[in-house]
C-alpha cells in the first residue's frame, strides 16, 4: 500500500470550477480571486482579506506594509519554516530567534525577554494548526513599558502605536480560540494556499486583516491590493473593461496578485471547508489521537483543549526519550513500508544559511527537542480507515524495531490516596 504524504484535494468540483475560469476567458485576476477573499472573510471574520500568489509574498508585503526595514527588529520562533524568517530579512531586517515550548509555539515569556527599541513586529507561527498563545502575545505588547520602547518610525506604525502582531497561519486556516476563528486573535493573519496546505490554490496566500478600529479597513484593502499589483491604480480586468485603458502607477508596489485560475482551485474547496474538508481532518488526526493515547512511548500533539482548536494540518507524533537518529531509523522503517512521512520543522538555525548568519542550534533547546522527536503522519481527508490503520501499525512496528523492545499498553491504574 502507497502512502503519499500530502496529495491534493482535487474533485469534481475542483475541476468543474477551473473549468469555468477558462471558458470565461479571464484567467488572471478578476472576479475568482474576489470571490476567495470573501469566503476566507467569511470563514475567519476577519475585516478584510487580499489573496497573494505566497505566504512568502503575502509576509513580505505586510512587513514593507508596516515599514519595517534596515535597523528594526522581527522577533520569530526558531522553529519555522524558513519564509518566515526569509520575508524579515527581505525587507532588510533582523530575524530576532526564540525558542518555543513543549506544544510548538513560540515562547511568550522569551518573546517578552526579546523586545528591545528596534521592534516592530512579532510573528508567531501556528504550528501544524495549532493557534499560539495571541492573547498572551497581545497583552505583552500592550503593556505600557512595551509601548513606551516602541519607536514608531512609519506612518502605519504611528497609527497603531505598538508591536504589529502577525500570525503565521500557514497552517492554520479554520484553526479556533475560544469558538471563534484564531484570526480574531491577531493584527494580522497570512494563510498559505500552497499545494499541501488544507485549502490550496497550487501557490498561494491571503492576509487576513483584523487591525485595531483606528485603521481605515477599506483604504488599506483597496491600497494592499494595489501593492499586489505593482502600486498600480487599476487591475487588468478593470483596464479590460472598455475604455479603461488609461492607468497610474501610485508608488513601488510588487507584483504578487493571485491569478484566478488559482482561486478557481481553492473555491471549490473552501467552499466545503468547513462542512466536509476540516471536519474529515479532525476525524483522522482523533483516530490517531486515541490508538496513540495507548502507548506510554509516544507524545500526543495539542488538537482541541485550553480552548484552541487545531485545523488539523500536521499530526505532529513525538516519541519519547529518543535520540535524533533513532528518530531517522524510526522514518526509515516507516518509508520503507512506502507510507511517506515528514517532519516538521527543522529548526532554522541547523539550516546552512541561518547557521552562516549565526544562528546556533545550542540557543533553542527546546526546538531542537520537538524537532528531534518528531514525525509527522500522513493526513487529508482521502485517507481511508485501513489506510490509517496501517500507517499506525507501521508507526508502532518501526519503534519497537528502532528501540529493540515490545512497547507496552498502558495500565490504567487506579491511584489510592490514603
Ligand atoms: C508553507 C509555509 C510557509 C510558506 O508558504 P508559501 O505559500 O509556500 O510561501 C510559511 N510558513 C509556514 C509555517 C509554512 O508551513
Redesign the pocket.
Known amino acids: 500500500m502507497k502512502i503519499p504524504f500530502s496529495p491534493p484535494y482535487i474533485d469534481q468540483s475542483v475541476v468543474n470550477e477551473v473549468v469555468d475560469t477558462l471558458k470565461t476567458n479571464w484567467i488572471t485576476t478578476g472576479p475568482k480571486v474576489i470571490a476567495m477573499e470573501q469566503e476566507v472573510v467569511k470563514l475567519t471574520s476577519t475585516k478584510a482579506a487580499i489573496c497573494v500568489n505566497?505566504?512568502?509574498?503575502g509576509a513580505i508585503l505586510m512587513l514593507k506594509w508596516f515599514g519595517v526595514q534596515a535597523g528594526d527588529e522581527v522577533i520569530i520562533p526558531a522553529y519555522?519554516?524558513c519564509?518566515?524568517a526569509l520575508s524579515v530579512l527581505h525587507c532588510g531586517a533582523t530575524p530576532v530567534m526564540v525558542d518555543i515550548t513543549t506544544d510548538f509555539c513560540i515562547d511568550t515569556e522569551a518573546v517578552r525577554k526579546a523586545i528591545t527599541s528596534k521592534t516592530k513586529v512579532i510573528i508567531a507561527?501556528d504550528?501544524a494548526g495549532w493557534p499560539c498563545d495571541y492573547s498572551k502575545l497581545t497583552e505583552i505588547i500592550n503593556k505600557r513599558e512595551i509601548k513606551k520602547l516602541f519607536r514608531a518610525e512609519s506612518l502605519k506604525q504611528a497609527i497603531l502605536n505598538r508591536i504589529l502582531l502577525i500570525a503565521?497561519a500557514?497552517?492554520s486556516l479554520g484553526a479556533k480560540t475560544n469558538g471563534h476563528a484564531a484570526a480574531l486573535e491577531s493584527d494580522v493573519t497570512i494563510f498559505?494556499?500552497?499545494a499541501v496546505?488544507n485549502v490550496t490554490t497550487a501557490?498561494?496566500?491571503c492576509i487576513c486583516l483584523n487591525l485595531p478600529g483606528n485603521f481605515d479597513i477599506e483604504a488599506e484593502y483597496k491600497y494592499l491590493k494595489m501593492y499586489t499589483l505593482n502600486g498600480q491604480n487599476k487591475n487588468a480586468f478593470e483596464k479590460s473593461n472598455g475604455g479603461g485603458w488609461r492607468y497610474d502607477i501610485l508608488f513601488q508596489g510588487l507584483k504578487i496578485n493571485m491569478p484566478d485560475i488559482c482561486a478557481a482551485i481553492g473555491l471549490a474547496q473552501i467552499r466545503k471547508y468547513e462542512t466536509l474538508l476540516l471536519p474529515s481532518r479532525k476525524t483522522i488526526a482523533f483516530k490517531y489521537q486515541k490508538r496513540f493515547k495507548e502507548f506510554e512511548e509516544f507524545e500526543l500533539p495539542p488538537l482541541f483543549e485550553h480552548g484552541h482548536e487545531s485545523s488539523y494540518h500536521i499530526y505532529p507524533l513525538r516519541i519519547k526519550n529518543i535520540t535524533e537518529q533513532q528518530r531517522d531509523w524510526i522514518i526509515d522503517e516507516i518509508t520503507s513500508k512506502q507510507i511517506a512521512v515528514n517532519v516538521h520543522f527543522i529548526p532554522l538555525p541547523m539550516l546552512t544559511y541561518f547557521k552562516r548568519l549565526g544562528y546556533k542550534i545550542e540557543d533553542f533547546p527546546m526546538a531542537y527537542d520537538q524537532y528531534s522527536r518528531e514525525i509527522s503522519l500522513p493526513i487529508y481527508p482521502q485517507l481511508s480507515d485501513t489506510k490509517i490503520e496501517y500507517i499506525v501499525r507501521a508507526v508502532i512496528d518501526a519503534v519497537e524495531k528502532i528501540l529493540n523492545k515490545k512497547i507496552g499498553k498502558l495500565e490504567t491504574t487506579e491511584v489510592v490516596v490514603f
Open positions: 505566497s505566504w512568502t509574498s519555522t519554516y519564509a518566515t507561527v504550528i503565521d500557514a497552517h498559505s494556499f500552497h496546505k501557490e498561494g496566500g
